[in-house]
């Protein structure tokens, strides 16, 4: 072992002549401890909140969405742009839809809504919050005896179906601004459809405002006759949605273009990402902290340790080799309460993922328990950024005690 590791270790195990010293070295430890804890645990659930997000978002949402400028009517050749983009490598499944805007009535009530044509048969593998269950519902006309003939069927999210006041088998009536012209003016499209089942995103927003039907059903009522609003893709890798995304507007050309689902949810996710980053801040100061009281310790140290300094220097000890006592002691209380801290910050984290003791209020968040990732990276970028701290800590009393002059110490020690 080099000497100044050694006599750094003597230093840490040998009894202070000065209590207050080795007291300020426990909460140097103790701080350390505290804060990569505390951040670990915090850098967790967010990465689970995000995670939990985006996998919500993405159940409902596409990856890609093709869409194409023109008339708002949408665009006829879906058929053979769908044919195309399922052969593009990376992409799983793609499926057309309409969107609009449209007024849903029953006889509980009346509300707005996000209309969705979608094609049955190729939807279930583009929106995974759609069963294939449901969604195969939709092919079959539904009727009662005392309702009069079969009906088309509708899916409607969970919470809008308590806003309406109806059950699955109950009847709904769907109201158009694109209605037909008459000589009294504009007269919104109609039609009754069957509530066949359910969706549930768990996010309140696409559960109290989206209703799908069938794709030709929503053609006769939006008068779009054979065309649609745009095409919607799911690829293998979520993270190559924005380079699929690329190739496939390349590939068709003008007047398509393309939109991947981190720029449809850029603000977002740029929300939670900045969240993120000012959090590890925060919680950093706590190290920044715990790094004071050991450059203090240390200090300390220099000054009760001035005569043993001295003696080091006139037998030959050189400046480089005082500085590595001290950032050596340094650095053991900082590796210390990081390992410390990265070990209690990963227990917490394993005993919140696997019981879920903290319970949040149903009616504020859209998850009951506390969702926790805990990456590699994010762990290794605490313990970096701890690790970091507490050696800028040790540099300046470690370049004091090699500053000292031996003669002027022995006299004066």
Known sequence: ???????????????????????????????????????????????????????????????????????????????????????????????????????????????GAVLRGIDPNSSAKVITSISQSAASALNTSVGHATDGPPLPGIVLGKELMKNLGVVVGDTVQILSPRGTISPVGLIPAMKRFRVVGLFESGMYEYDGS??????????????????????????????????????????????????DWMQMNRNLFSALKLEKNVMFIILALIILVAAFNIASSLIMMVMEKTKDIAILKAMGATDKSIRRIFIFKGMTIGVTGTAIGVSLGFILCKLLERYKFIELPGDVYYISKLPVLLKTFDVVSIATASLVICFLATLYPARQASRLDPVEAIRYG
Request: proline share 2%.
């Open 1 to 111: 072992m080099p000497f100044e590791y050694f006599i750094g270790a003597r230093y840490l195990r040998a009894k202070q002549k000065q209590a207050f010293i080795s007291l300020i070295t426990m909460l140097s430890i103790a701080g350390v401890t505290v804060g990569v804890m505390a951040l670990i645990i915090v850098i967790a659930v967010m990465a689970g909140f995000e995670s939990d997000l985006k996998s919500r978002i993405l159940s409902v949402e596409s990856h890609i969405v093709v869409m194409r400028h023109g008339p708002s009517n949408g665009f006829t050749d879906y058929s053979k742009v769908t044919g195309w983009i399922d052969q593009v490598a990376g992409v799983k499944a793609a499926t057309p839809f309409i969107l609009s805007q449209i007024m849903i009535r029953s006889t509980g009530g009346m509300t």
């Open 210 to 259: 989206l209703a799908y039907i069938r794709l030709d059903e929503a053609q006769k009522l939006l008068h779009m006759e054979n065309a649609v609003s745009g095409i919607e893709v799911r690829v293998h890798d979520v993270y190559k949605a924005g380079e699929i995304s690329r190739k496939i507007a390349s590939g068709l050309g003008f007047p398509y273009w393309c939109r």
